[in-house]
């Protein structure tokens, strides 16, 4: 699903927009950056080194909860991790030793720049870009807060995250660590088409610099003009979605040759690829293409789970957003007609897919689909999981270890180790037990800086 595709009032402002993006989010940011409530949960690092005195600690690698035990950090990284507690000379002691503590979780699927809201189908003619990066500092601040330290952006309006991405690294605004893929790839009137639904005289033609390809020679440019726009991975729409004004939400959008063009000139860069996808049919296109990830996978059955499991490509759920979209159906006037129609079939499958997906043992990475539904929730994926079939041990593995390695930052993120980033989180009660304690966490800190304390 995906939220950055409703009609502009105009396809050339569209173009404009994106043309002024780097100056007008620049300046967006950085008076967000002025305004005390960004950073007033923030402890700077101190000097020396710091030592977390934990109650619990997750082990994500073996998958086991560990008693007392002490982690060391110098600068933004962990310096040791050591049975019990430990208090290095000289070293800043802060105490959770009545909290469990985790990894930084990570979101392998999220939509940063804006959220879900009532009538929300006309701010793409309401909104500016400056309007989406403030919100966009907001709702990163949020996630952070809720204990996601790194997300995966897939899919954004005039490069928006991008700039998100650039401000929260030079520190500029508090948020996640941000591996971002700009704008979706898409086909024209397909899903991520930014003028799909609008009216013919301003429909225009998005084109290749606004993700919309058409044969593999376009599929290939819109690679390269992600590369130059500093994108982090690539997203492409092989299938119809749900919250657009398409007919279908599942119908095959992409043709072979497009998707294949797109994972080879991926690679050429260094690029992930992710693959929106429900239905069948398009899924099989992007597996055998070669992508690295299916996302929300609706349709997938026995054939599809065989074959991504020949392929190694992993399954990122978004059970949220189904089970968001599927609520909000039943309201008459939260979506428009043929997106409410899609939302109340779509959104009620995922968790059963889920389901059979875990028992036939794809590979499956945390990502919740955060700004279909509203964000700093993303915690309750992990109930949903749990709901579905999958052990508390596991969907906590999904959410570090696992989506680390998804992302191709396994050395740097998704465990407590020597040599990682300090990504920690701490809350109350054992979330083996009770993933639900996940939805209150007490302590964050990233690369070593404090931004929740108990």
């Known amino acids: 699903m995906n939220i950055h595709h409703l009609p502009y009032a105009s396809a050339a402002l569209h173009r404009l927009r994106s043309l002024a993006i780097k100056p007008i989010v620049a300046s967006a940011l950085a008076l967000f950056a002025l305004c005390p409530a960004a950073t007033a949960a923030e402890v700077p690092a101190a000097s020396g080194a710091k030592v977390l005195h934990c109650g619990q600690l997750f082990d994500a690698v073996a998958g086991r909860m560990l008693d007392a035990h002490s982690v060391v950090i110098e600068g933004a990284r962990i310096r040791e991790v050591s049975a019990g507690h430990v208090s290095p000379a000289g070293a800043t002691v802060i105490d959770l030793k009545g909290l469990t503590c985790l990894p930084g979780l990570i979101d392998a699927h999220t939509h940063l720049t804006s959220e879900s809201s009532h009538g929300g189908a006309l701010d793409e003619y309401q909104l500016n870009l400056a309007d989406y990066a403030i919100r966009g500092t907001a709702y990163a601040q949020r996630t952070l807060l809720a ?3 790194t997300v995966r952006n897939l899919g954004d309006t005039g490069n928006v995250s991008i700039a998100l991405r650039n401000a929260i690294d030079q520190g500029l605004v508090a948020g996640p660590r941000i591996v971002t893929a700009g704008k979706a790839i898409g086909s024209t009137g397909g899903h991520g088409d930014p003028t799909n639904g609008a009216r013919a005289d301003i429909q225009g033609d998005p084109g290749v610099a606004e993700g919309i390809v058409n044969g593999p020679d376009d599929a290939r440019k819109a690679v390269r003009q992600h590369y130059k726009d500093g994108a982090d991975a690539i997203k492409i729409m092989p299938s119809g979605g749900v919250l657009d004004e398409g007919k279908s939400g599942d119908n095959p ?5 497009e998707i294949r063009a797109v994972v080879e000139t991926a690679r050429d860069y260094g690029f992930t690829v992710a693959a929106h996808a429900h239905g069948k049919e398009a899924m099989r296109r992007a597996i055998e293409a070669g992508v690295d990830s299916i996302e929300h996978g609706t349709f997938m059955d026995d ?23 599927a609520e909000k159906a039943k309201i008459p006037d939260y979506f428009s007609p043929a997106v409410r129609s899609k939302a109340a079939t779509i959104g009620p499958q995922l968790l059963s897919t889920f389901s059979r997906a875990y028992k036939a043992g794809l590979k499956i990475a945390f990502g919740t689909d955060a700004g279909v539904y509203l964000h700093g929730d993303n915690a309750h994926e992990f109930e949903l999981m749990v709901g579905g079939g999958m052990p508390a041990m596991e969907a906590l593995q999904a959410a570090t270890v696992s989506a680390a390695e ?6 740097d993120i998704g465990s407590l180790e020597a040599g990682r980033y300090a990504d920690v989180i701490a809350v109350s009660g054992d979330p083996s037990r009770n993933v639900g304690v996940l939805r209150q966490v007490a302590f964050v800190m990233k690369g070593g800086v404090v931004h929740r304390q108990p």
Do not use: C, I, N
């Open 253 to 257: 959008q992409m043709t072979t040759d």
């Open 303 to 325: 054939e599809l789970f065989a074959l991504m499991k020949k392929h190694g490509t992993w399954y990122v759920p978004t059970l949220s957003a189904g089970e968001f979209v």
């Open 406 to 411: 998804l992302l191709r930052m396994r050395a």
């Open 147 to 149: 204990g996601f330290t």
